[in-house]
């Protein structure tokens, strides 16, 4: 039976992956280490070149930059190292999320958000003594 194809969300998650991982593999040349990093950090950078909220223009640039630039980063990289990386990061997209590491950061966040309230609260609590 095969297998049904992963989405494109799936696929680009995965390539970005590979990416990083063969911009930290010591067989890739330096500039294209270099343009991997910078693609890596654009992809999941929450910063855009163009906004979001601006319409159509905003997510034009996510959906050609960084095809794009996968494009141009596989063409630079050995087509070995590619396929190593790329296998690694599929790998890696299978294994099971950890529900642990999910609390873990919620419990974080809820700290955070305690604390804040905490320093704020103190200076404006107006309660008659």
């Not at 040349?29 to 910078?38: K, N, Q, S, Y």
């Not at 794009?68 to 790998?91: H, I, N, Q, T």
Request: glycine content about 4%; proline content about 10%.
């Amino acid at each position: 039976m095969l297998k049904p194809n992963p989405s494109l969300v799936h696929r680009l998650r995965v390539q970005v992956h590979a990416a990083w991982l063969a911009a930290r593999d010591p067989r890739t040349p330096w500039p294209a280490r270099l343009f991997g990093l910078l693609l890596t950090a654009y992809a999941l950078s929450p910063i855009d070149l163009i906004p979001d909220f601006i319409p159509v223009l905003g997510l034009v640039d996510d959906v050609v930059l960084i095809p794009l630039g996968m494009w141009l980063f596989v063409r630079m990289v050995p087509a070995e190292v590619f396929a190593d990386c790329l296998m690694r990061a599929e790998r890696a997209a299978e294994k099971p999320r950890s529900l642990w590491g999910a609390l873990i950061v919620i419990g974080i966040w809820i700290l955070i958000a305690l604390l804040v309230a905490w320093l704020f609260a103190g200076p404006y609590d107006k309660t008659p003594s």
